[in-house]
Every structure is written in C-alpha cells, then in structure tokens.
C-alpha cells in the first residue's frame, strides 16, 4: 500500500469540508475547496491554470483566473475571486504569476516535513535527474508484493505506473513526478496530520530512510 494515499486523502477531505463552514478567509476557502477533492486538488487547479496560459507567460489576468476557477468546478462568487486576485496581484500589475499562486495556496509544512519529503525524492529519484520515472522505481520499489501483479492482472511496468499516478495530477499523467508535485502530493497529506513526529515517522516507514 502506498504511502498516505487513500485513507489519508479521505480523512482530509473530510476535514477539508467540515472546515470550509468555519473560515472566512478567501484564501484558506479555495485550499480547503481544492484539498477537499484530496491531495492532487491543488495540483488539478495548477493543471487548469497551464492549459488556460495559452502563451505560455506563466501568468493569468483576472478573466483567466474566474475562468480557471469555474472550468474547475469550484465554488467561489466574483467579488471574492477578485479579492484572492488583489491579494497575489501585489504589484498591481492585473497579472498574477501561477507557480507563485499555487505555492501560497499549498497548504504550509514545516521545515522539518519539508526534508522528509525531499529525502524520500531523492531515495525514488535514483538518476538524480529531477524526475521520477518508472527506470527510477525499478530498483527501489518491488512490485511483486502487489496484489495485481501477483495475480496477474497487471505487469511490473503497470504496478510503477500506478504507483506514479498517485503523485500525478490527474488531469496530466504522464508518467514523470517532479519534486515540486511530489510535495504538492505531501503538502495534500500532511495537512490532515498534525504532528510533525507522526508526519515523519509515517514517511520514514513508508520509504524506509
């Protein structure tokens, strides 16, 4: 079983509902609404913005970011868009730069989770080229332990697909996990957990560091 999906994803979208009636900032409101669709939420709504950047600026004017937010299915009414717009727009350019948007909209990790992220990354990423693939899972990750491949449904290959897709945004999986998504990824985990002790004995266990 794979380290802090599914329970986990369940047990914080539950608290992500249950607190979205509690807040009133705009900004923890559309975390919550995002993290309520479990860990990839955040990452799917990075995913919207890229395939709306249709030039490539990395950067989205207010009109592209309602349109984002609907495409996205999420709940939110004009005035308090624009008020999440104002607050990234800091240099008032009526542009907001997305990678810094979806930064602020992770939700926050200490420093210590932060590394443990980093180190299990690294420990997958056996290349050392930035990016998990399945040539990196060959040698870490056993798939003959799974119950699919044990019964023959899936091949080695379809087991580490799996295993990727996980940390995948669900609208682009392409068999690659950047740092950045593998801790978007955790980032979705590690705010249904409070204690960074369980947090990093948790990722310990999992990956064995």
């Not at 249950?18 to 799917?44: F, H, M, V, W, Y």
């Not at 990750?141 to 940390?167: M, S």
């Amino acid at each position: 079983q794979m380290p802090g999906t599914a329970r986990h994803d369940r047990e914080m979208a539950i608290q992500a509902k249950r607190n979205l009636s509690k807040t009133t900032d705009p900004i923890e409101r559309l975390r919550l609404q995002c993290l309520a669709r479990g860990s990839a939420g955040i990452k799917g709504l990075g995913r919207m913005f890229r395939i709306m950047d249709d030039n490539n600026s990395k950067t989205l004017d207010f009109k592209e970011f309602m349109k984002g937010l609907n495409d996205y299915a999420l709940m939110i009414d004009k005035e308090e868009a624009q008020e999440i717009f104002r607050i990234f727009d800091k240099d008032g350019s009526g542009t907001i730069d997305f990678d810094e948007f979806l930064v602020t909209l992770r939700p926050p990790m200490s420093n210590a989770r932060k590394e443990i992220v980093k180190q299990a990354f690294k420990k997958l990423d056996k290349t050392g080229d930035g990016v998990v693939t399945i040539e990196d899972l060959r040698g870490v990750y056993d798939a003959k332990h799974h119950p699919k491949y044990q019964n023959g449904d899936w091949t080695e290959d379809q087991v580490f697909r799996a295993f990727l897709d996980n940390f995948d945004s669900p609208y682009d999986k392409d068999g690659k996990v950047t740092v950045e998504e593998f801790m978007n990824y955790y980032a979705g985990v590690s705010a249904s957990i409070d204690t960074d002790v369980y947090f990093i004995t948790m990722m310990k266990n999992a990956w064995r560091i």
